[in-house]
């Protein structure tokens, strides 16, 4: 079977997703995609769910209630990617990888954006951050970025992913605040938390989280071997026995005990995607995410399980190890 070019791929996904979503996303384009603005519009009370930097301290003591500022919004946008590419997402039990799911949702939010005059950049990480992508617009640049994801080769490692090493790089990179999208399965060593949680207090980041089912439960296969996908150390496991079945699930279920905590602390909205996921689906669940965010920020009331910093995750466990 002949391998489709880099054109193909995003011209299927302008025909099959982009079109779809025509008409869906364009009336909410402003709260969508919320611009970086230095014009003081208005001054508002302060409600729980403000950033603190915008209050006006000023106006808050004369009047002794905490009021923020509003800004002017620019209509343009520059957005980055930091994408994971390290050896576990290539991991996928059918004929789609996490890797081939994080370069077509990519390529399509890239598409949207840039159509509209914003610009995007990328960050590339493998076993160490690889390549800078500055943000550009226009699709040429976006064929560029998805011709990098598809033939992007991590430096061969023996230690696992160290995310906040793309996450601190992200810091020095990125000049201005900015939309940010970490794509990544959440495989890595700990402490990255921490990193996306700087990350957050200079830029709006939303974690875009990689699965596959196949990470949640093991099926019975018999005697196999399993690979981790990042150091290559291999394991010969019964996957016959029960007892190993309960245990690997009892340890996805902790792993994903653990990933939400963290993303919890760092106060991020997370968006999973699954590899079976329907983009089009995908891009959806983001769009209502923004708009829950900008209603809030405009002070507009929703049920009290959505008012919290961390979106609910669409799946209540994941996988316990970087791919077999």
Same mark, same amino acid.
């Given at each position: 079977?002949?391998?489709?070019?880099?054109?193909?791929?995003?011209?299927?996904?302008? /025909?099959?997703?982009?079109?779809?979503?025509?008409?869906?996303?364009?009336?909410?384009?402003?709260?969508?995609? +919320?611009?970086?603005?230095?014009?003081? *519009?208005?001054?508002?009370?302060?409600?729980?769910?403000?950033?603190?930097?915008?209050?006006? /301290?000023?106006?808050?003591?004369?009047?002794? $209630?905490?009021?923020?500022?509003?800004?002017?919004?620019?209509?343009?946008?520059?957005? /980055?990617?930091?994408?994971?590419?390290?050896?576990?997402?290539?991991?996928? *039990?059918?004929?789609?990888?996490?890797?081939?799911?994080?370069? !077509?949702?990519?390529?399509?939010?890239?598409?949207?954006?840039?159509?509209?005059?914003?610009?995007?950049?990328?960050?590339?990480?493998?076993?160490?951050?690889?390549?800078?992508?500055? =943000?550009?617009?226009?699709?040429?640049?976006?064929?560029?970025?998805?011709?990098?994801?598809?033939?992007?080769?991590?430096?061969?490692?023996?230690?696992?992913?160290?995310?906040?090493?793309?996450?601190?790089?992200?810091?020095?990179?990125?000049?201005?605040?900015?939309?940010?999208?970490?794509?990544?399965?959440?495989?890595?060593?700990?402490?990255?938390?921490? $990193?996306?949680?700087?990350?957050?207090?200079?830029?709006?980041?939303?974690?875009?989280?990689?699965?596959?089912?196949?990470?949640?439960?093991?099926?019975?296969?018999?005697?196999?071997?399993?690979?981790?996908? !990042?150091?290559?150390?291999?394991?010969?496991?019964?996957?016959?026995?029960?007892?190993?079945?309960?245990?690997?699930?009892?340890?996805? !279920?902790?792993?994903?005990?653990?990933?939400? !905590? =963290?993303?919890?602390?760092?106060?991020?909205?997370?968006?999973?995607?699954?590899?079976?996921?329907?983009?089009?689906? =995908?891009?959806? +669940?983001? =769009?209502?995410?923004?708009?829950?965010? $900008?209603?809030?920020?405009?002070?507009?009331?929703?049920?009290?399980?959505?008012?919290?910093?961390?979106?609910?995750?669409? +799946?209540?466990?994941?996988?316990?190890?970087?791919?077999?």
């Amino acid at each position: 079977m002949t391998t489709p070019t880099t054109e193909a791929i995003l011209r299927r996904l302008e /025909w099959t997703v982009i079109r779809r979503l025509d008409g869906l996303l364009q009336g909410d384009y402003r709260t969508l995609f +919320r611009g970086a603005g230095l014009d003081l *519009s208005d001054l508002r009370e302060y409600q729980h769910h403000d950033d603190v930097r915008h209050i006006d /301290w000023n106006v808050t003591a004369r009047l002794q $209630s905490p009021y923020v500022r509003q800004f002017t919004e620019d209509r343009e946008l520059n957005a /980055w990617f930091l994408l994971d590419l390290s050896g576990s997402v290539d991991f996928g *039990s059918n004929e789609r990888t996490k890797r081939i799911v994080s370069a !077509e949702f990519v390529a399509v939010l890239a598409r949207v954006l840039t159509r509209h005059g914003n610009r995007v950049g990328a960050v590339l990480y493998g076993s160490q951050v690889d390549a800078v992508l500055p =943000a550009r617009g226009g699709r040429l640049h976006v064929l560029e970025l998805l011709q990098r994801l598809r033939n992007h080769t991590p430096t061969p490692s023996t230690s696992e992913t160290r995310l906040r090493d793309l996450l601190d790089a992200a810091l020095r990179i990125i000049p201005r605040r900015t939309m940010v999208f970490v794509v990544s399965d959440f495989f890595s060593a700990p402490g990255w938390h921490e $990193s996306l949680a700087r990350l957050t207090l200079r830029h709006e980041v939303m974690a875009v989280r990689l699965y596959d089912a196949a990470e949640t439960e093991l099926p019975d296969m018999g005697l196999v071997t399993i690979q981790d996908a !990042e150091t290559g150390e291999q394991l010969f496991v019964d996957t016959h026995d029960p007892a190993f079945r309960e245990r690997f699930v009892r340890a996805a !279920e902790q792993r994903e005990d653990d990933l939400r !905590e =963290a993303l919890n602390r760092a106060g991020v909205d997370t968006l999973e995607l699954s590899t079976d996921d329907d983009l089009v689906d =995908a891009v959806l +669940r983001f =769009a209502e995410m923004r708009a829950q965010r $900008s209603r809030l920020a405009v002070g507009g009331g929703l049920p009290g399980h959505l008012l919290g910093r961390s979106a609910t995750l669409t +799946r209540s466990h994941s996988g316990g190890g970087g791919g077999a």
